[in-house]
């Protein structure tokens, strides 16, 4: 069992960063592959980035590659994602997700993963 709470999110201009954090409770964490999802409004839950339990591989969306980076922390059960470069579409809530998953398209499933937070809010200002 393994709970994950966010933190970090906020309001940003076009241009600035921002990091977002997950914590995670339960002795599996870094067993698992951790993932980030967002979710604009009125939009369904997309994929944004994941990393191996190892933290070895990582995986991202084309939208978001070379602005964010996805790393963690196994002895500190945290995982996180720096965001650079953000824009206004990066708008939107964002989730931790983390489970036994392969590193290959299934990983950009949302139906993959069995464990989530419940979301931290970014806002990304024109």
């Known amino acids: 069992q393994v709970q994950l709470v966010e933190s970090g999110g906020g309001l940003v201009q076009a241009g600035g960063s921002l990091r977002v954090s997950c914590a995670a409770s339960?002795?599996?964490?870094?067993?698992?592959?951790m993932a980030w999802f967002r979710q604009a409004p009125g939009k369904e839950r997309e994929f944004v980035a994941a990393i191996s339990a190892s933290g070895r591989s990582t995986y991202y969306e084309d939208s978001v590659q070379g602005r964010f980076t996805i790393s963690r922390d196994n002895a500190k059960n945290m995982g996180y994602l720096q965001m650079n470069s953000l824009k206004p579409e990066d708008t939107a809530v964002y989730h931790c997700?983390?489970?036994?998953?392969?590193?290959?398209?299934?990983?950009?499933?949302?139906?993959?993963?069995?464990?989530w937070g419940q979301g931290t809010q970014v806002t990304v200002s024109s």
């Open positions: 339960g002795r599996s964490f870094s067993f698992y592959t």
């Open positions: 997700a983390a489970d036994q998953v392969y590193m290959n398209g299934g990983a950009r499933l949302t139906r993959s993963y069995k464990y």
